[in-house]
């Protein structure tokens, strides 16, 4: 089994920063590409950002300027790295991961239980 496990979330002021950070754990060849979801209360779930094994990364406009995602491979964690956090970014947050438990096996897609941001104004 493949467990991804967040920490970081909190309450912070807006224009504050927070750092979320999500490790996996398991059995686990690689991984590909890991990412991070938010989830507002009465909302669906949105896509935040995410990174290749390379390093790649994609934003969404939302966060885009405010946001950094990273990820340590030998340490299978990604980070989130929020500056600039405004009141519209609370959210339960989630890791998400592409892993490989074996070498010749599909990825399989994984995700954490969420951290929760609040930002207050």
């Known amino acids: 089994q493949v467990q991804l496990v967040e920490s970081g979330g909190g309450l912070v002021q807006s224009g504050g920063s927070l750092r979320l950070s999500c490790a996996a754990s398991?059995?686990?060849?690689?991984?590909?590409?890991m990412g991070w979801y938010r989830q507002a209360p009465g909302k669906q779930r949105e896509w935040v950002a995410d990174?290749?094994?390379?390093?790649?990364?994609n934003y969404a406009d939302s966060v885009k300027g405010r946001f950094t995602i990273s990820r340590d491979n030998a340490k299978n964690t990604v980070y989130l790295q929020m500056n600039s956090l405004k009141p519209e970014d609370t959210a339960v947050y989630y890791c998400?991961?592409?892993?490989?438990?074996?070498?010749?096996?599909?990825?399989?897609?994984?995700w954490g239980q969420g951290t929760q941001v609040t930002v207050s104004s």
């Open positions: 998400n991961a592409d892993v490989l438990r074996r070498r010749y096996s599909p990825p399989y897609n994984y």
């Open positions: 398991g059995s686990i060849f690689s991984i590909n590409a």
């Open positions: 990174i290749t094994s390379g390093g790649s990364t």
